[in-house]
């Protein structure tokens, strides 16, 4: 099999609202390029197969996945170990954003031009915190996850080493931005900003949401669940991988939070933060354990 210039891998979850302007959008920015796409579908269960069949790419390569299980960190913990192919850059976009047409190029550009950048974020355009969001991601160190770029070696180095990301991580990106800031060793290395960069040609923009949509709402909400959550696994990521580095990360995020809270308590600075640091330890407590799945190839 011939070196891809791009190897992609597009995240969706019930997102037939989008996903076809996203993979068309990819596909055209892979134009005169060597590339893949791999579509992994975690636990969709709305009309997204039936789009899809429907999108005839030109440029690229195209491969649908289905996980019995919605969770990112295993559909990331499987595109890394399972469906990697040999490439330039591997590169990671969700299924609601749509693509700039030299993104895929300047990513794998910026990484072959700095050998010391792990990962490459591209950067948002529109609505209203895009400035402040791509004026942070240029200042470097850290990884916006709706599109970036892995260097090759960056990865090929933590498949050797056997880290995986803990099934029903929320901020799996954050955590694949550590590992690069810390360049896999967090015992020894110190986090370094550098490793982790903006490139200003790459571009990504995103549907906006609207008040006055129902479903919107509801992914707004659950979103702010989300973060709750996500800073009780910060909190308990730099315990583990500051005393035992990235090998003592658990199989399942909710063991180690579930373990932080025996000896923390969660704090919030509002009401607001209060109420869903609240449901999001409700939800914890009532959260099944997920294990590793693997998904079947969509015929489309």
């Keep these: 099999m011939s070196r891809l210039d791009f190897d992609i891998a597009v995240f969706a979850v019930n997102d037939a609202a989008t996903i076809g302007a996203c993979i068309q959008s990819t596909d055209r920015a892979c134009s005169g390029k060597n590339a893949h796409i791999s579509v992994l579908l975690n636990g969709t269960t709305d009309n997204t197969i039936e789009i899809l069949r429907d999108i005839m790419p030109t440029n690229a390569a195209l491969t649908v996945y289905w996980f019995p299980v919605a969770d990112k960190a295993n559909a990331i913990n499987h595109f890394l170990y399972e469906l990697r192919r040999e490439a330039r850059v591997h590169i990671c976009v969700d299924a609601y954003t ?22 490459a974020s591209a950067l948002p355009v529109g609505g ?20 970036y770029g892995l260097r090759p070696d960056f990865v090929h180095r933590m498949v050797e080493a056997g880290f995986r990301l803990p099934l029903q991580l929320y901020r799996v990106d954050g955590l694949l931005g550590s590992m690069g800031a810390h360049d896999l060793d967090s015992m020894n290395t110190i986090w370094d900003d550098t490793r982790l960069i903006g490139v200003e040609d790459a571009r990504f923009a995103l549907k906006p949401l609207s008040i006055f949509k129902m479903d919107d709402i509801r992914r707004q909400y659950n979103w702010e669940i989300r973060q709750a959550r996500g800073r009780m696994e910060n909190a308990a990521i730099k315990l583990l991988i500051y005393a035992g580095g990235y090998g003592a990360l658990p199989d399942n995020a909710n063991h180690m939070i579930r373990n932080w809270m025996m000896v923390n308590r ?3 600075r509002t009401m607001r933060e209060k109420y869903f640091m609240n449901m999001a330890v409700r939800q914890l407590l009532h959260s099944k354990d997920l294990k590793a799945s693997r998904p079947e190839i969509i015929s489309l």
């Design 98 to 119: 749509r693509i700039g047409g030299a993104s895929f190029r300047a990513m794998a550009a910026s990484i072959e031009a700095d050998p010391k950048a792990m990962i």
């Design 128 to 147: 209203r915190s895009a400035k402040s969001v791509a004026a942070n991601t240029m200042k470097g160190g850290m990884v916006n996850g709706l599109c």
């Design 266 to 268: 969660p704090s919030s």
